[in-house]
């Protein structure tokens, strides 16, 4: 379900608890089941030992093995500490939303899983990605590098930047400093301007090494393959549309893609 918008969560949510039998539709028809067909009773479709939650959205909560329940999000969270030097638009209020996302952020960062969140603007996107990985990870194990797209990106400017970063580790091979990984962020990922045949160069580049692990050198006297290690690449963009264009279908499957929908009434108060 992480893929879905406000209103497709809204109708799985209502479907599950239905299927399980959970808040008032579940029972009405639970109820309505049995009149029919008593035998259904000691047969259920579905049967689970745990309490599942029916006051709040599925979405609000997660499971925990520390007493095998599900627990609201909120709960997951350590107490609000502002420091008295922190700008304004470095502080991080902790809602549900911030807890889900950074806790499946951070699992994909440690499991080397790329990962694209899609929302639009104003859903902290862009600050919650830069937020873990300049205050969350370790920094002993992780490095970063953070490249924002515009309609005016090339390709060749994505490779420098990505080349300046590394170092050469044998012949052909080139990665982070051995033992660390890199995280490569990038923001707006969708802006780049299509060229004649329709392509965005920019994400063809990244696109090429989710394929082939890395890509060729634009020397004169050199054009051999450059193979990168040790790199992740983590996405943010907003819909297509005002200046945002569609992204190909061949990038986006490497991609674990997350949406971010606007947030919530609950949340705004918070």
Sequence with gaps: GGSLDLKGRLAFDKWLKDELGIGDDGKKKKDKGKEKDKDE???????FTIQLPDKKSMFDFVFTTDGLRFIDWLDTLDDLKIAEDA???QIIVPTTDTARYSYLLKLC???NQPVLFVGETGTGKTILIKDMLNNVIDKEKYINTMIGFSAQTTANQVQHII???VDKRRKGV???PIGKKMCIFIDDLNMP???EYGAQPPIEIIRQWMDYKGWYEHKKDNVDFRELQDVLFI????PPGGGRSDVTPRLL???NTMSLPPFDDQTMKK
Aim: glycine fraction near 10%.
């Design 174 to 176: 080139y990665g982070p």
């Design 193 to 195: 301007q299509k060229e």
């Design 41 to 47: 009773e000691d047969k259920p479709k579905y049967k």
């Design 163 to 165: 080349d300046a970063k």
């Design 109 to 111: 960062i440690e499991n």
């Design 87 to 89: 700008q304004y638009h």
């Design 235 to 238: 996405g943010a963009m907003g």
């Design 253 to 255: 499957r490497h991609y």
